[in-house]
């Protein structure tokens, strides 16, 4: 498709809450879907939300089951609970928790076509506003995207659950919004680009301005339970901002070098105690030195993650090997498709996402060590 051409696919749910407090009025707000639901959710999040979610239900007439899953996005688990959906007859889904029981509940619901309610416990990524999910092998490791027809038809973020969540959660949901304007603006160039594009530049550059402003002190209310402003701007960039960044789709084939990368990261097991957003920032301070932005442009969004705590060095992300040993296997298993590349501003290849990596990997270490001479 010649990419001055118009075609838009927006998606995004018809509701979008957040406030403290939501999940008590979430029973009236989900009935108009259905009046018999399947909740797929972790024990964790389940008991973080069952008092109020549950009684709500129970008082608008939805009848519900409850299918415990704890585990990673796979053709096997999605089988399995695409079965346990029509067992239980179920009108409606509805996630509750992070990314993985998100992601899995959308593929149910889009796989049976049934709307899906999204109850996010942390605001650790856009799933829960992201028509997409991402399919995990038997081993864990990423193995790509799926794209969806449409996104959830109801978001309900409790900010009052959301703020008492670990502060890692939110650091990594910011990392991972963070990345979204670097990785949509290189796929923009001297060519009339498509209007998805266009549109997919602002929004994720109203998050990351949002973040700029507001990041630092949101991260430091997170995990208080104490609501501010500047969390609930925080939380409104991660889920609803690069949320709808993503989803506005065209028939340009976009690269995004960090959420590459972090495919590759997702094969070794050092990473497996990581999260997303935290392996797209690494990612991220990668694409910029790959990109060969400023140097001082550079350091400072360096800075930026390191005082959210997000990694900058290959050793953060749980490498114990040498960086020379660790980098090219990275650099090889980054999934590079021809036909998204070739929009990018700048080149990529294997040797030099090699060579950035252990780049990134250096800048970030004597940044962290006080050794880094600022140009």
């Given amino acids: 498709m010649d990419r001055s051409e118009v075609m838009v696919a927006i998606k995004a749910p018809a509701q979008y809450f957040n406030e403290p407090g939501i999940l008590a009025k979430s029973g009236e707000l989900i009935a108009p879907y259905g009046k018999k639901a ?20 129970q008082q608008a007439g939805v009848e519900y089951a409850i299918s415990q899953f704890e585990g990673k996005v796979t053709t096997e688990e999605i089988a399995t609970y695409t079965s346990e959906a029509i067992a239980h007859q179920a009108e409606l889904l509805i996630g509750i928790g992070g990314g993985k029981a998100l992601d899995i509940t959308k593929v149910v619901g889009e796989k049976l ?3 899906v309610v ?11 506003w992201a028509a997409l999910s991402v399919i995990y092998d038997d081993q864990g490791r990423s193995s790509g995207y799926l794209g969806l027809t449409s996104s959830p038809v109801l978001v309900l973020a409790d900010t009052q659950i959301l703020v008492e969540a670990p502060r890692r959660y939110l650091a990594a949901g910011i990392g991972d919004t963070i990345v979204k304007w670097y990785e949509t603006v290189v796929n923009v160039n001297d ?58 789709q ?22 497996s105690g990581t999260l997303h957003g935290e392996r797209v920032a690494f990612g991220l301070l990668t694409q910029t030195v790959l990109e060969k932005r400023p140097a001082e442009e550079i350091e400072r969004l360096a800075r930026l993650l390191i005082s959210l705590k997000l990694p900058v060095t290959l050793k953060q992300l749980g490498f114990e090997d040498l960086p020379a040993t660790v980098a090219p296997l990275i650099a090889a298993g980054v999934p590079l498709r021809v036909e998204a590349i070739r929009n990018l501003s700048f080149e990529v290849t294997p040797s030099l ?4 990596i252990l780049q990134t990997d250096q800048l970030g270490l004597n940044i962290l060590q006080g050794t880094y001479i600022t140009h």
């Fill in 250 to 271: 065209g028939g340009t084939a976009r690269a995004g070098i960090a959420h590459s990368l972090d495919s590759s990261l997702t094969h070794f097991p050092q990473t």
């Fill in 191 to 248: 060519e009339p680009e498509g209007l998805d594009i266009r549109i997919s530049t602002q929004i994720s550059k109203l998050a990351l301005d949002r973040l700029h402003t507001y990041a630092l002190q949101a991260i430091q209310t997170a995990g208080t339970g104490t609501i501010t402003p500047a969390f609930k701007e925080a939380v409104d960039a991660v889920i609803v901002l690069a949320g709808l960044a993503g989803t506005v």
């Fill in 353 to 356: 996402l090699h060579e950035a």
């Fill in 38 to 57: 399947l909740i797929i959710t972790g024990h964790k999040a389940l008991h973080t939300v069952r008092t109020q979610l549950l009684l709500s239900l």
């Fill in 118 to 128: 999204a109850v996010p416990t942390i605001a650790a990524t856009c799933a829960s």
């Fill in 113 to 115: 076509r049934l709307p």
